[in-house]
C-alpha cells in the first residue's frame, strides 16, 4: 500500500498541470462549505450574546425584529421618536426596576452615536449576564464627556482625554458635524464582541446640547452659533428619544406591561422582548442557512465530478503507463488500488489547501464583516464536525474513484502488453 | 450546533406517548351540555407526574377560571392601586404543588438565549401568540422556566413537554402578582 501511494503521488506529479486544477476546485469547494459552517456559528454567537437581562425593548412602531436590529445591534434606522413621557411614566411604575433611554442619530467616522444615562453602565448586560467593563476612565461626568467602545478605540487610535467630534447622520462621512462643540473621551469599554464595541456613548444631556441650536435641522450661520459654553445653561431635558429598555422588578409582569405599552393610545409604540425578537430573528436566518448550506454541498459535490472527470479522461493517455506497471509486475487489483488512491490524494491535496483558503478568506473578510453586519469572528480551530465533514469528503473522493479505477482494471486485464491504440 | 434528533425518534418514548394518550380515551361520551368534571385535584396530579394548566389554579378560584384569553390591559400603565380590584385576572397560585416535580406541556416565549442560541430561560404558557400581539395570559396561567442545558427551539409555534420541580412564589405588591417557577430536567417536543 505504501508502495503503491507512493507510486500514486509521484504519478499525479507528473502531471500536475491538470492535477493541481482538480485539487484547486475542491480546495474551493471545501473552502466555501466550511466558510459557510463558520459564518453560521459566528453569526449566532455574536447575535445570540448581544443583551442579556433585558426585559423590553421598547421603540416607536415597527417590526420587532427591526426595532431589536437598531437599538440592540445598531444596524437599520429607527422609524420615528419616542416621547420622554412614556419613558417617565414606565420608569414610575412599581412593576419596573429600571429604564434606559436610549437615542440615536449621530454617528463619528462611522460609528453610531448612542445617548443614554449612567444606568446604561451598569444595567446593560451581554452573554451570561456580564457587566460592562471599563478598560480605562469611567462613565460621563461631564456635560461634554463620551465613553467609547473598544474597537472604536482600537482602530481609531484614541485614548483618555483625546477630543472626538460627532456628526449628524448615520453615514461613515458627515457634511454636517457638531465642530463647535466637541467631546472629550472619557472612558474607554472594554471588549465585549457585541455592538457595544463600535459604539460611541454620550449623555442625553450632551447630545441635547450639541443640537440646542439646530432648530431648521441644519447647523445655523457663523453668527448666530451657541457655543458650548453657552449650551451649558441652556434647558438640557430631552423631550424625545429612540428608544427604551425597561428591566422588570417582577418577572411575570412583562407580558402585561408589553401588552399595556402596545395598546397605548398616546403614541404608536412596539414592545419587545429581547428573547422573542431574536428568535424570531433566527428562524428568519434559518432559511437562508440552510440555503447556504445546500449550495456550499452541492458545490462540493461539484468539485468532486470535476476531479472524476479529469481522472476518467487521463485514463486514455495513461494505458501505456498502466501496460508498464502491469510488466513490472502489478496485478489488476494493484492498479484498482492506484486509481482509488490518486482520487484519495487529490481530495486530501484539496481538502487542506480548502482549509488554509477558509482560514484566509476569513482572516480577510473578518474586519469587515464586524463592522458591516456586526458579526464577530472567532478564528478558532477546526470542530470535530468540520474534520467529520472532510473526512467525508476524502472518503466521497475515494469512492467515486472506484468508477474510473475499475475501468482500468478491466482495460488492464483485457489489454495485456499489446495496446491497441 | 446542529438541530439533535428529538426523543421521539426513540421507541421507547414513542410507545409511552401513544399508551399515555390511548389511556385518555373515554368508553362513552357525556350528553352535551353537562359541566366538565374538575380535573384531579392539585396534589395528587402532581403525585401522578404529569398535570394540565387547570392545575395552575387553586380549588378556591377554579369555579370562576375561564378558559380564553383575558380583555385588554388599558390600565395598567397607571400603575395606581385599584387597578387590582377591576382586574378579572386571577393572580393567586396553587400552593400545593410547590416542590412536586410535574410534567407539562405548553409553548415556549424566549427570555435567555446562550452563545449557541439555544434557550436556557423561558416562560411556558398555554397557548401560542402569548408573545406580540395578544393578551397575555394571567399571572397563574404561566411559568417561568429555567433550563441550564438550553433548548434548541425548532419553531416558536412548536408545543413541548416541559418536565422539572415547580416552585410557586407570591409576591406582594400593589398589582398583585403571582409566579411558579419550574427548574427544568427536560424538554421534549410534543407530538399529537
Not at chain 1, 460611541?200 to 459654553?229: C, F, I, K, Y
Not at chain 2, 389554579?57 to 387597578?83: C, I, N, Q, T
Not at chain 2, 403571582?178 to 407530538?191: H, S
Amino acid at each position: 500500500m505504501r508502495a503503491l501511494a507512493g507510486l500514486a503521488s509521484r504519478s499525479l506529479w507528473n502531471r500536475r498541470g491538470t492535477a493541481a486544477l482538480s485539487v484547486f476546485s475542491i480546495a474551493v469547494s471545501v473552502a466555501l462549505l466550511l466558510g459557510v459552517l463558520h459564518l453560521r456559528d459566528d453569526a449566532r454567537r455574536s447575535f445570540a450574546s448581544t443583551v442579556s437581562g433585558a426585559d423590553l425593548v421598547v421603540g416607536s412602531r415597527s417590526s420587532p425584529v427591526s426595532l431589536l436590529l437598531y437599538t440592540v445591534f445598531r444596524i437599520g434606522d429607527a422609524t420615528g421618536p419616542v416621547s420622554m413621557e412614556i419613558v417617565e411614566r414606565v420608569a414610575r411604575h412599581p412593576d419596573v426596576a429600571w429604564v434606559l433611554p436610549l437615542s440615536l442619530g449621530d454617528s463619528h467616522r462611522g460609528y453610531r452615536v448612542l445617548g443614554t444615562v449612567p444606568g446604561y453602565f451598569e444595567h446593560w448586560h451581554y452573554g451570561r449576564g456580564h457587566r460592562l467593563e471599563f478598560a480605562r476612565g469611567g462613565p460621563f461626568a461631564d456635560l461634554y464627556d463620551a465613553v467609547i467602545g473598544a474597537e472604536v478605540a482600537e482602530r481609531l487610535g484614541y485614548r483618555l482625554g483625546d477630543p472626538i467630534v460627532l456628526a449628524h447622520g448615520l453615514g461613515e462621512v458627515s457634511f454636517a458635524t457638531h465642530a463647535d462643540k466637541p467631546f472629550r473621551i472619557a472612558g474607554i469599554l472594554a471588549r465585549t464582541g457585541t455592538p457595544v464595541d463600535r459604539t460611541v456613548h454620550v449623555s442625553l444631556e450632551g447630545l441635547e446640547a450639541m443640537h440646542v441650536d439646530w432648530h431648521s435641522g441644519a447647523p445655523p450661520p457663523p453668527g448666530a452659533r451657541t457655543t458650548a459654553e453657552d449650551a451649558r445653561r441652556a434647558d438640557l431635558a430631552p423631550s424625545r428619544v429612540t428608544a427604551f429598555v425597561v428591566g422588570m422588578r417582577s418577572r411575570g409582569a412583562v407580558f402585561m406591561m408589553q401588552r399595556a405599552l402596545e395598546d397605548y393610545r398616546g403614541e404608536p409604540l412596539t414592545a419587545v422582548i429581547p428573547g422573542v425578537a431574536l428568535t424570531e430573528l433566527w428562524q428568519l436566518l434559518g432559511a437562508a442557512e440552510g440555503a447556504l448550506l445546500a449550495i456550499a454541498a452541492c458545490v462540493v459535490v461539484a468539485g468532486l465530478l470535476g476531479m472524476l472527470s479529469a481522472i476518467l479522461t487521463s485514463l486514455g493517455e495513461r494505458r501505456r503507463e498502466m501496460a508498464i506497471l502491469r510488466s513490472v509486475g502489478a496485478r489488476p487489483t494493484d492498479v484498482f488500488l492506484l486509481l482509488v488512491l490518486e482520487a484519495g490524494l487529490l481530495a486530501l491535496a484539496g481538502a487542506i489547501l480548502g482549509v488554509g483558503l477558509m482560514y484566509g478568506a476569513r482572516a480577510a473578510a473578518g474586519p469587515w464583516l464586524e463592522r458591516r453586519f456586526g458579526v464577530a469572528m472567532e478564528l478558532g480551530g477546526l470542530t470535530p464536525y468540520d474534520l467529520a465533514l472532510l473526512a467525508g469528503v476524502v472518503l466521497a473522493a475515494l469512492l467515486a474513484g472506484a468508477w474510473p479505477a475499475r475501468l482500468a482494471y478491466r482495460r488492464a486485464l483485457i489489454d495485456g502488453l499489446s495496446i491497441r491504440l | 450546533m446542529h438541530r439533535p434528533r428529538t426523543a421521539l425518534c426513540c421507541p421507547a418514548l414513542a410507545l409511552a406517548t401513544l399508551l399515555a394518550t390511548g389511556a385518555h380515551a373515554a368508553p362513552t361520551p357525556p350528553p352535551v351540555g353537562t359541566p366538565a368534571p374538575h380535573p384531579v385535584a392539585g396534589a395528587e396530579a402532581a403525585k401522578a407526574g404529569t398535570i394540565s394548566w387547570e392545575d395552575l389554579v387553586p380549588d378556591a378560584a377554579r369555579a370562576a377560571y375561564r378558559a380564553g384569553p383575558p380583555p385588554a390591559v388599558h390600565d395598567y400603565l397607571s400603575g395606581e392601586s385599584g387597578l387590582a380590584a377591576q382586574q378579572p385576572q386571577d393572580f393567586s397560585v396553587n400552593a400545593t404543588l410547590d416542590g412536586h416535580s410535574i410534567r407539562l406541556p405548553g409553548f415556549i416565549v424566549p427570555l435567555e438565549l446562550d452563545a449557541e442560541g439555544r434557550v436556557t430561560e423561558f416562560f411556558l404558557v398555554p397557548y401560542y401568540g402569548a408573545c406580540i400581539h395578544v393578551p397575555p395570559p394571567a399571572p397563574n396561567q404561566m411559568l417561568f422556566v429555567s433550563y441550564p442545558k438550553g433548548l434548541t427551539l425548532a419553531s416558536m409555534y412548536a408545543a413541548y413537554w416541559v418536565s422539572g420541580r415547580i416552585s410557586t412564589h407570591t409576591r406582594q405588591s400593589k398589582l398583585g402578582s403571582a409566579a411558579y417557577a419550574l427548574a427544568a430536567t427536560g424538554v421534549e417536543e410534543y407530538r399529537y
